[in-house]
């Protein structure tokens, strides 16, 4: 596999960008930010929903470019904010033809924004619609590994497509069950960090085959970037730090986490 090194690196093969938030970008127009992810081989981007207020810009985002694709979904943040009417929106659009997914959903013991209860209560409401829609699922879990065990082993037989613990920083025993019942890890920026040993402890357990890569942009930029806004096109220096801890050939994880990227969110290619 032949490369160019430039500020950041340009593979010669495709990447996908399982997970990011456009709609949070603000440090340059979006298009320029479109055409820079462009231009280090990123084929597709998944543009993540969070709440009710996000829910239509996260629809109309993936319809600008053949390659934007997006995802429908109400993060445990604002769990508070989930209605019978936000419900109806998400089951309405989950099978656009551009929406992947249902997500970003789950449970975050970490900030305890809304109360634990009505957590618990919304990230089962959203299973049951991906359940319905046969829709994979894009799963955030902060401090909250026994309880998204519990709710996820629910719908072990009922959740047909499984998805993806983004952003996983939680411990083994998520990251086991996780994979045991064929859920993708995903890993973003945090690989990069000094401090994040349990992190890439995890993405050394975890089989290539399982694992998904994301920058979570404009949160968690990289190494050598980190200060900065982060973006879909830092999505490079993931996959070095991936291949580096992994011990792994570089084109051996990028043609992976592509096939895997594909499984998890394009099963028809």
């Not at 592509?258 to 099963?267: A, D, E, V």
């Amino acid at each position: 596999m032949s490369r160019k090194r430039r500020d950041i690196p340009v593979f010669d093969q495709p990447l996908i960008e399982t997970h990011c938030h456009l709609d949070y970008l603000k440090d340059r127009p979006l298009e320029e930010t479109l055409e820079k992810t462009r231009g280090v081989n990123i084929e597709r981007v998944i543009t993540i929903a969070v709440s009710p207020d996000n829910l239509a810009r996260v629809r109309e985002l993936s319809g600008r470019q053949p390659w934007l694709y997006g995802t429908q979904g109400i993060h445990p943040h604002d769990a508070e904010s989930y209605s019978d009417a936000c419900e109806e929106e998400i089951r309405r659009h989950g099978k656009d033809d551009k929406i992947v997914a249902i997500g970003e959903i789950g449970l975050d013991y970490f900030y305890d924004n809304a109360d634990r209860e009505v957590q618990k209560q919304v990230f089962r409401r959203q299973l049951q619609i991906a359940a319905e829609l046969d829709q994979p699922v894009v799963i955030h879990s902060r401090e909250a590994d026994e309880d998204t065990i519990r709710i996820l082993s629910e719908f072990e037989d009922t959740l047909k497509r499984r998805g993806v613990i983004h952003s996983f920083t939680s411990g083994p025993g998520l990251a086991r069950y996780a994979l045991d019942q064929g859920w993708c890890l995903g890993f973003n920026g945090i690989t990069t960090f000094n401090k994040a040993e349990n992190v890439r402890d995890i993405v050394r357990m975890a089989p290539i085959e399982q694992i998904l890569l994301e920058t979570d942009s404009p949160f968690l930029t990289p190494v050598p970037y980190r200060g900065r806004e982060n973006a879909p096109f830092y999505l490079p220096f993931v996959a070095e730090k991936i291949a580096e801890v992994k011990e792994l050939d570089l084109s051996e994880v990028l043609a992976q986490t592509y096939r895997n990227s594909l499984r998890t969110f394009f099963p028809a290619g």
